[in-house]
């Protein structure tokens, strides 16, 4: 849950700075900052974007950034202060590209917004900014983009730290200040408990999960249309959407819908969630569901587990995210260290070896090209 684990974020974040304290710890590149770009051309960059957390004197922060597919030529957009950021990086065609992030600490709502640029990429990863915005939203949590480019995101009911509506930023060029934002409303949300969303590639199918109705331990995923979304999740038909998936076990806490199967042309869903017996501090309390769903999008035809945190899709049958379970570290500090790692999946959902694509702190996460 994102919400959760902005809650999350600010524990592990604390636990960073003790850490920091007591040793020298450096993480590896692509922690390091620019570099590593010699020979890199425009058709082998940027492969994903990242937050990389840096905690100084108890003030945390976050470096956005790009990489190469292997993590070795690195470039930062932007730096936004607080902890935890998942920024989207869409391919708009011609070596250009959007970036869409959070910025302000996601505590102050007066502060906070989605922040938009679009720029090129040259000869050894010259990065160029076309043009920026930014729009004024309060705490949000999630950001999926949709199909025209555009970013989606959930802001917290009112007096309360759980999603109470889903949101759309449009962005358009030729603003005299810049890129042109546009935020209304979807719909609202918290009627039908959703507590994390993703958005299908066929960028019109919403996934979201929610608590399973008989309050038994285990996450329900419903599936909607974006194109017919009617103010509120429960004007529906049925009412809150059409259910997906219904799997007892560990509550999910990130979702995650990208393509899969023999041709890249099925629909998977990657859930990450804590183990079935719900006990912290064990090997196996971060892990990936993934989900194949039938042609109609609304079933499950086959399913694996990887010990993966952050799930990201990438292209077809690939999945970014972070590697856990370490048997070197701690249980409970092996999701802050471990590496960002890119998993490839057959047809089958056998997942192959994880490889390692860089490193990052605390919540740090990859997100592959949408």
Same mark, same amino acid.
């Given at each position: ?10 524990? !592990? ?5 003790? !850490? ?173 408990? !959703? ?176």
């Amino acid at each position: 849950m994102k919400t959760l684990r902005t809650i999350v974020s600010g524990v !592990l974040a604390v636990c960073g700075a003790l !850490l920091l304290a007591t040793s020298s710890l450096q993480a590896a590149k692509p922690g390091g900052g620019d570099s590593g770009c010699t020979g890199v051309t425009a058709a082998q960059f940027p492969a994903y974007i990242y937050g990389y957390t840096t905690i100084q004197s108890g003030v945390a922060s976050v470096a956005i950034r790009i990489a190469n597919a292997s993590g070795a030529c690195v470039k930062t957009l932007a730096t936004v202060p607080g902890v935890e950021r998942r920024p989207l990086l869409i391919a708009l065609g011609n070596n250009e590209w959007r970036a869409v992030w959070q910025d302000g600490d996601n505590l102050s709502s007066d502060l906070d917004g989605i922040v938009v640029r679009d720029f090129s990429v040259g000869a050894e990863a010259a990065v160029t900014t076309i043009e920026e915005g930014r729009v004024a939203t309060g705490r949000t949590s999630g950001l999926e983009s949709g199909r025209d480019g555009s970013a989606l995101f959930l802001k917290p009911a009112t007096g309360s730290s759980l999603p109470g509506s889903l949101w759309r930023t449009t962005v358009s060029r030729g603003g005299s200040g810049g890129l042109v934002l546009s935020t209304t409303q979807l719909a609202v949300v918290n009627g039908c408990n !959703l507590y994390d969303f993703a958005i299908g590639p066929d960028g019109d199918s919403l996934y979201y999960a929610s608590p399973r109705p008989d309050g038994s331990r285990g996450t329900q995923v419903n599936k909607a249309s974006l194109a017919t979304l009617t103010g509120d999740l429960r004007n529906l038909v049925p009412a809150c959407g059409v259910p997906v998936l219904d799997v007892l076990g560990g509550n999910a806490v990130q979702l995650a819908a990208g393509r899969c199967g023999v041709n890249g042309t099925d629909t998977c869903l990657a859930m990450e969630r804590h183990n079935v017996r719900g006990i912290p501090c064990t090997s196996d309390y971060y892990r990936t569901d993934i989900f194949a769903l039938d042609a109609g999008g609304v079933a499950a035809v086959a399913s694996t587990t990887v010990q993966m945190a952050y799930p990201a899709w990438g292209a077809a049958g690939t999945l970014l995210g972070r590697l856990t379970g370490s048997t070197s570290k701690n249980a409970c500090t092996a999701k802050i260290y471990e590496n960002f790692v890119r998993r490839t999946l057959d047809a089958s959902l056998n997942a192959g070896a994880a490889v390692a694509i860089g490193t990052g702190r605390t919540l740090d996460a990859p997100n592959p090209i949408e």
